[in-house]
T-cell receptor, first 117, second 113 residues
Framework: AQKITQTQPGMFVQEKEAVTLDCTYD???????LFWYKQPSSGEMIFLIY??????QNATEGRYSLNFQKARKSANLVISASQLGDSAMYFC??????????????FGRGTSLIVHP | DGGITQSPKYLFRKEGQNVTLSCEQN?????MYWYRQDPGQGLRLIYY???????QKGDIAEGYSVSREKKESFPLTVTSAQKNPTAFYLC????????????FGEGSWLTVV
C-alpha cells in the first residue's frame, strides 16, 4: 500500500489565484513529520513547508500553508496568489518511525502544477 | 556554505559498465539516502544509511551498491546488473528525527548509451 498518495497528476491555475494540492498519508505511528517539496524543471528539490504530527496549528510559510487534518490523514498544500514561477512538480513526503530511530522519508508520485498568465 | 554535493551532474554509461555517483555532505547529518526518479514519477528509495559503516536496502536496491566509510560520504554504484539504469538520481541527508528537514543534492542524470 502506498504511504503517500497524491491523486492529482496535473493541476492548472490562473496567476494570482489560490490552488490546493492534495496529499493523503498512511501510517500507524504517533510521531511523524509531513513535508512538501517543489521540483522545478532543473531537478533540484526545494523544501517548502513542514507539519509535525503533534502540531496543533497548520503550518504556514509565506504563500504556502499546509491544511493538516489528522483524523482524515490529509496534508494538503495551499498556495495563495499563484505566480508563474510556481509552475513545477510538487511532492508530498512523510517521515515515520520504523524503530531504532529510523525515520525514512517516503514520497508521493507528485503533482505537476502549471500557472497560466 | 553547508550543503550536499553530487557529482557528476551528467553521466553517460555504456551497457555492461559500472558507474559510481558521488554524494558528499558537510551538514554533519547522520542519515543519508539515495533516490531514483524516472520521468514524471516520484522518488523511489534505493539505499539508506543511518550511521557510518551501516546501510540498508530500500525499495529498489537490486543492481545498486553503496558504502558509508565516512559520515560525509555516501557513494552509489550503479552496476551492470541494473537493467534500466537511465534515470535521475538524488542524494539526500538529514538528522535522525521525524521533524527535521531532508536536504537534497542537485541530482545526477545517468544515461545508458
Amino acid at each position: 500500500a502506498q504511504k503517500i498518495t497524491q491523486t492529482q497528476p496535473g493541476m492548472f491555475v490562473q496567476e494570482k489565484e489560490a490552488v490546493t494540492l492534495d496529499c493523503t498519508y498512511d501510517t500507524s505511528d504517533q510521531s511523524y513529520g509531513l513535508f512538501w517539496y517543489k521540483q522545478p524543471s532543473s531537478g533540484e528539490m526545494i523544501f517548502l513547508i513542514y507539519q509535525g504530527s503533534y502540531d496543533e496549528q497548520n503550518a504556514t510559510e509565506g504563500r504556502y500553508s499546509l491544511n493538516f487534518q489528522k483524523a482524515r490523514k490529509s496534508a494538503n498544500l495551499v498556495i495563495s496568489a499563484s505566480q508563474l514561477g510556481d509552475s513545477a512538480m510538487y511532492f508530498c513526503a512523510m517521515r515515520e518511525g520504523l524503530g531504532g530511530g529510523s525515520y525514512i522519508p517516503t514520497f508521493g508520485r507528485g503533482t505537476s502544477l502549471i500557472v497560466h498568465p | 556554505d553547508g550543503g550536499i554535493t553530487q557529482s557528476p551532474k551528467y553521466l553517460f554509461r555504456k551497457e555492461g559498465q559500472n558507474v559510481t555517483l558521488s554524494c558528499e555532505q558537510n551538514l554533519n547529518h547522520d542519515a543519508m539516502y539515495w533516490y531514483r526518479q524516472d520521468p514524471g514519477q516520484g522518488l523511489r528509495l534505493i539505499y539508506y544509511s543511518q550511521i557510518v559503516n551501516d546501510f540498508q536496502k530500500g525499495d529498489i536496491a537490486e543492481g545498486y551498491s553503496v558504502s558509508r566509510e565516512k559520515k560525509e560520504s555516501f557513494p552509489l554504484t550503479v552496476t551492470s546488473a541494473q537493467k534500466n539504469p537511465t534515470a535521475f538520481y538524488l542524494c539526500a541527508s538529514s538528522l535522525r528525527t521525524p521533524g527535521y528537514t531532508i536536504y537534497f543534492g542537485e541530482g545526477s542524470w545517468l544515461t545508458v548509451v
